[in-house]
């Protein structure tokens, strides 16, 4: 079978892995002239750990992650509002850790063996060609192929090309991120709420913490330039513990800019085409299940591939197995951004009362196994 891949970021690259290891080697093709993102961190909830352990990289990812006990929610002064065991919902699945996200990107690449890779190279059509499909890349060069998987992220062209009327909505929050040292010791995954504003951080090894923060902004200026981190408005939020990672954040960091985005969509699949990842379903952080989500898709579809009778007959057991568990995370999402939007004693007094629960509540449905 040829199977085009287009898109080497977490989705992709899980994706060329698990076809590997059903024993079947795929095309990938990626703009970028090199895999890492530096930057930034991630964090993996359980379900992303017990898919890496289906991917083989379970080991050597925990090796270079921090393993993360606790979820903390505290208020804009740092009071705590909720605080979760992880592996109370988690034990089934696998640890939940965190790391420089780059590390992953190059766990999954150096994890592949006769996958054709090409980067610094995109694609500038896809056509029908009966039951194929005819891409024609950005090097001049053209392929045909049984299969073609976008990948190719929240802005896919291989969604513009299938699904001309899907755009990513912006959620209303732009975000800032970064990676510093961690001078104030974080304890495990510590997020604090104020309104309209969050403050993460997420300790990820090496005395170094990913910081996130995001704020409700306009649409309207998100035109031109984007902001950059609004030191001042989150040193006037947030006090300790996390205030002073802003405040002594070092002149040189490099901050990551960028809108969040969604993308919800009913199909996935045209012909002999279909989405993974974050070209099919791109969320709001709220449920950092992202990496999770994207490599659950790879494996169920590999999967299924590997057992159907026919391409179409697997990209229909891919949209049966995926859809439902995919569209609880967009709903969840959708759901916490709206209960940081309360006034700050609604917030305070609803997870104050149920953070615990509510915690549970999002997650136990996806520690069920795939
Ligand atoms: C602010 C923020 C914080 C997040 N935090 C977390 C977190 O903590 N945990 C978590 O699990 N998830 C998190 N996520 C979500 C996670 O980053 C994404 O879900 C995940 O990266 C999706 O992977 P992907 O491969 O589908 O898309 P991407 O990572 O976007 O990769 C797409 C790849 O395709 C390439 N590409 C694009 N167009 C083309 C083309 N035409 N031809 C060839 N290549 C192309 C791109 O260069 C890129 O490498 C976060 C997201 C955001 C926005």
Redesign the pocket.
């Known amino acids: 079978m040829r199977i085009l891949i287009?898109?080497?970021?977490?989705?992709?690259l899980a994706m060329a892995r698990a076809l590997e290891l059903q024993g079947v080697s795929a095309e990938l093709?990626?703009?970028?002239a090199d895999v890492a993102?530096g930057g930034?961190?991630?964090?993996?909830p359980g379900n992303?750990a017990r898919a890496l352990q289906a991917l083989g990289l379970l080991d050597s990812i925990a090796a270079l992650a921090m393993p993360i006990a606790t979820q903390r929610i505290l208020d804009s002064r740092g009071r705590p509002l909720s605080v979760t065991r992880t592996e109370d919902v988690w034990s089934s699945c696998g640890p939940c850790m965190a790391l420089p996200?780059a590390a992953l990107h190059r766990a999954l690449r150096d994890s592949l063996g006769n996958t054709g890779l090409r980067f610094g190279?995109?694609?500038t059509a896809i056509e029908p060609l009966g039951a194929t499909s005819l891409a024609t890349f950005s090097d001049g060069t053209v392929g045909e192929y049984d299969l073609v998987i976008g990948?190719?992220?929240?802005?896919?062209?291989?969604r513009q090309n299938l699904f001309p009327a899907v755009r990513p909505s912006y959620t209303g929050n732009l975000?800032w991120?970064f990676i510093t040292k961690d001078i104030v010791g974080v304890e495990g995954w510590t997020v604090m709420l104020a309104d309209g504003m969050s403050l993460l951080a997420i300790p990820i090894g090496n005395d170094e913490v990913y910081v996130?923060a995001d704020m409700a902004v306009g649409e309207s200026q998100l035109l031109g330039k984007l902001p950059d981190l609004p030191h001042e408005a989150l040193l006037a939020a947030f006090a300790a513990p996390l205030a002073p990672l802003v405040a002594q954040q070092p002149d040189h960091t490099q901050v990551h800019v960028?809108p969040?985005e969604q993308v919800v969509m009913q199909e996935w699949v045209k012909g002999n085409r279909v989405l993974?990842?974050?070209?099919a379903h791109?969320?709001s952080?709220s449920m950092?299940?992202?990496?999770?989500?994207?490599m659950e898709d790879a494996l169920v579809l590999a999967a299924a591939l590997a057992s159907a009778s026919s391409i179409s007959e697997a990209l229909a057991e891919y949209t049966r197995q995926r859809k439902p568990r995919v569209d609880w995370v967009q709903r969840q999402c959708v759901a916490r951004d709206k209960m940081r939007r309360l006034p700050g004693w609604g917030r305070a007094m609803l997870l104050k009362l149920a953070g615990n629960r509510l915690y549970k509540r999002s997650y136990t449905p996806l520690t069920r196994p795939l």
């Open positions: 287009v898109g080497g970021g977490i989705a992709g093709i990626e703009h970028r993102q930034t961190g991630l964090y993996l992303a996200r190279t995109s694609i990948a190719d992220g929240v802005n896919s062209q291989v975000c991120r996130y960028s969040i993974i990842g974050d070209a791109a969320s952080p950092a299940e992202g990496a999770g989500m994207a």
